[in-house]
């Protein structure tokens, strides 16, 4: 196991930075997420660590040594690309044989290192079929088994499921999650897929515009988001927003409505008058029959989810989603009351967009 540390790093091409001076470390045996849009930068940090792009400034540290401008092969890395890369004309052996055998290596050992990594990801059947021969699944087993014959401490994945349909990447993103444990080795894994980052990481580390806009466990991303970025891409369906102002004494004024945030994780702003987001995950948002004293708000949708149904909501003319029980026998138009947990909720600066 190696730890890996990234000290302000950067990558430009011309007046264009891809990453600007970003930071992260990795622990020993961590499983660590780079989640983010396409174009944030998370493949292109993935491919400084690897050796393959030329970073501008800072550095790039394995195990303790500084590997900026050493070559990928002396890295001591494994990598697992998008595209499984094979090569047609050899045998699932031969594939994960390939890299070994240029390297000098004995063959006692190199059919040693085939045969644990095979028995590991339970592709023994396939060592000698041909890639035309395999599922994509198959296939993708195969590219992280080439990986896994080099014996590394670190392991790096950029998008390893992404070419796969949705069920082949659930079986496998539980087979990833599996193999770290079995393991132990430090893996960073790239994935724009907000499910694979929750479900795998100890830590994720979201990207922007080449910066880190939050490092930290799943649950801590999920519940308090560290600005409206965050919250927003973070969830499905995303967290709603609603434009408050304080009332002062701990409170939000939504239009007519008073909301008491006792409880909240966080900091209400005294002032009076002060524009602030509210956020609110759907499971967090408490619906029942309206009594007239109750906040009212009007059903607009039904989203049946099977285990449950999303319902959307307008609440003071604004639009806040629900999770309820799939025989909730709501209809459009029908009026219900809501009951938000301030406990759970998420304030953010209008202006800022950070968490307060």
């Given amino acids: 196991m190696a730890a890996i540390e990234i000290r302000d790093l950067t990558l430009a091409y011309g007046d264009l930075k891809v990453l600007d001076r970003l930071n992260l470390d990795v622990r020993e045996g961590e ?3 780079l989640l983010g849009p396409s174009g944030c930068g998370k493949s292109t940090l993935l491919d400084c660590i690897a050796g393959l792009a030329d970073v501008t400034e800072g550095q790039v540290h394995i195990g303790g040594r500084n590997v900026t401008w050493e ?10 690309f998008q595209s499984y890369a094979l090569y047609p004309q050899m045998t699932v052996r031969g594939n994960m044989a390939f890299g070994l055998r240029n390297a000098g290596m004995a063959k ?3 059919a040693e290192r085939i045969d644990r990594a095979a028995m590991t990801l339970q592709i023994e059947p396939l060592l000698d079929r041909k890639p035309a021969a395999l599922s994509g699944g198959q296939r993708q087993r195969v590219a992280i088994g080439r990986a896994l014959v080099r014996d590394v401490d670190v392991f790096l994945f950029d998008e390893p499921l992404s070419n796969l349909d949705a069920k082949l990447r659930a079986e496998l993103r539980v087979e990833i999650k599996r193999l770290h444990e079995r393991l132990g080795n430090t893996m960073i894994y790239v994935t724009h897929d907000q499910i694979e980052a929750l479900t795998l990481a100890d830590r994720i580390a979201l990207l922007r515009g080449g910066i880190v806009q939050q490092y930290a466990d799943p649950r801590t991303i999920y519940m308090k988001p560290a600005n409206l970025f965050v919250a927003g891409f973070i969830g499905s369906p995303a967290m709603s927003m609603l434009e408050v102002v304080t009332a002062g004494g701990g409170t939000l004024r939504l239009g007519e409505t008073v909301i008491d945030m006792e409880g909240y994780d966080g900091s209400v702003p005294a002032e009076a008058g002060r524009r602030l987001i509210l956020g609110v995950r759907p499971e967090h948002v408490a619906i029942g029959p309206e009594t007239g004293s109750d906040r009212s708000a009007r059903v ?5 989810m099977g285990s449950d149904s999303l319902l959307w909501l307008t609440l003071e003319g604004q639009t806040l989603s629900a ?6 026998g709501l209809t459009e138009g029908d009026q ?6 301030p406990a759970r909720a998420s304030l953010f600066d209008a202006e800022t967009e950070i968490r307060l």
């Fill in 300 to 304: 607009d949708l039904d989203e049946p």
């Fill in 31 to 33: 499983f660590v997420v």
């Fill in 71 to 80: 070559e990928p092969s002396a890295r001591g890395i494994g990598m697992v």
């Fill in 108 to 110: 006692s050992e190199i």
């Fill in 336 to 341: 219900v009351s809501v009951r938000l947990d």
């Fill in 323 to 328: 999770r309820a029980d799939p025989d909730h």
